[in-house]
């Protein structure tokens, strides 16, 4: 498995490899249910987690990530204030009470949909961001095939039930990755306990906020047809787990289940540093360089999930680069790979770099360097 942050092709791999010769999965009550260390890409739970469900109010995160995207391009700001259409004000389903005709700011609007789940308030700002709901519709469609999110279609910005508007759980922890990673200063807003609008308080509905510590996110979701669902994340001790649950039978299912899996997955397992960046791993002959030889590192931190009982022992690394190597090289030049396995790890291959740069030597040199390695050809 490799880390984050190599491209998209890469993060849904990513998310596809069980932890191997670990303790048994626990059992779920939960219809899908996904559970992943975001830091390391390893899959804790899976069940079903490639099953087209309804999203219901979870695909709200992806409506959020197309405004998070507005505001970043600067189509929007937080202080800009949007006006409630008829349509947004007559919303059915969970609702910030946002009133007809009167304009509202961003960033209210923000904390109504992600603490509130206000629907009025997600087609205020669909309108605001695309013109209409359909349009940006269209929008969180570009965003989903833009990441590779090929299990998910999207109808309304809030989730209201629609036979074609669907996700999966992997697709949803992936989309809940990108949400997290790519708009950091706006995730913030997840965490909140409680929002108050128009002198109305409502409680984050999301049960791991305040219940598990360091829980900060992410969106739940209710319709008849999807059940009572849930995209939930933490961060530990460094290290992030994001949670799909699905098609559970009621509020009380969802909180018990969800704090048990969440504590599950933080407590159960840990980070192990396999590689660090930096460290030198083989020194590697060089021809027509100033040098005969430089120092190959890791060019990225190797780390995995393993249980937290389990220290890391008998990990094999394996270097692959064409020898020797010609000058002149620069200094973090990518040269070779890195393979790094053991007992219970997935397989993690990334690159191997030069610790310095090393010039190619001088006319004369070069000139009979290149005698030499005439000769040993023959």
């Given amino acids: 498995m490799r880390r984050l942050g190599f491209g998209i092709a890469l993060v849904l791999s990513l998310f596809m490899a069980p932890l191997q010769g670990f303790a048994e999965q626990p059992e779920t009550i939960a219809k899908e249910a996904y559970i992943i260390d975001a830091t390391s890409g390893a899959v804790l739970l899976d069940k079903d987690s490639g099953k087209r469900i309804p999203t219901a109010s979870m695909s709200k995160i992806m409506t959020m990530a197309v405004v998070f995207q507005a505001i970043k391009d600067g189509q929007l700001s937080l202080q800009q204030s949007l006006p409630v259409s008829e349509k947004a004000w007559k ?105 108050t609008y128009n002198g109305i308080t409502q409680q984050n509905r999301n049960p791991l906020i305040g219940k598990v510590t360091g829980a900060d996110g992410v969106k739940t979701g209710h319709t008849e047809e999807a059940g009572y669902c849930l995209i939930g994340s933490a961060v530990r001790d460094g290290r992030r787990v994001i949670m799909v649950l699905a098609g559970l039978a009621s509020w009380d299912d969802r909180e018990k289940e969800s704090v048990r899996l969440m504590n599950w997955a933080l407590d159960s397992f840990k980070i192990g540093r396999l590689v660090k960046q930096g460290q030198e791993l083989v020194k590697a002959p060089v021809v027509y360089g100033a040098s005969d030889n430089v120092m190959l590192v890791a060019g990225r931190d190797a780390v995995a999930t393993i249980p937290a009982s389990m220290t890391l022992k008998d990990v094999t690394v394996k270097v692959k680069y064409n020898s020797p190597l010609v000058a002149p090289l620069k200094a973090g030049q990518e040269v070779g790979s890195v393979t790094v396995s053991g007992q219970g790890i997935v397989e993690q291959t990334f690159p191997m770099v030069t610790a310095q740069a090393v010039e190619q030597k001088g006319f004369i040199g070069l000139t009979f360097d290149k005698i030499i390695q005439a000769a040993k050809n023959k």
């Fill in 91 to 195: 919303m059915e389903g969970s609702k910030m009470f946002v009133e007809v005709g009167k304009q509202v700011p961003v960033e209210d609007l923000i904390k109504g949909v992600i603490v509130q789940s206000g629907n009025d308030a997600t087609v205020v700002l669909a309108e605001g961001v695309a013109g209409s709901e359909d349009k940006f519709a269209g929008m969180m469609n570009d965003k989903a095939q833009m990441w590779g999110l090929t299990g998910s279609h999207f109808m309304n910005a809030s989730g209201m039930p629609d036979p074609n508007h669907y996700s999966t759980p992997r697709d949803l922890a992936v989309l809940a990755w990108h949400l997290i990673t790519e708009f950091p200063e706006d995730y913030k807003y997840y965490a909140m306990p409680e929002y």
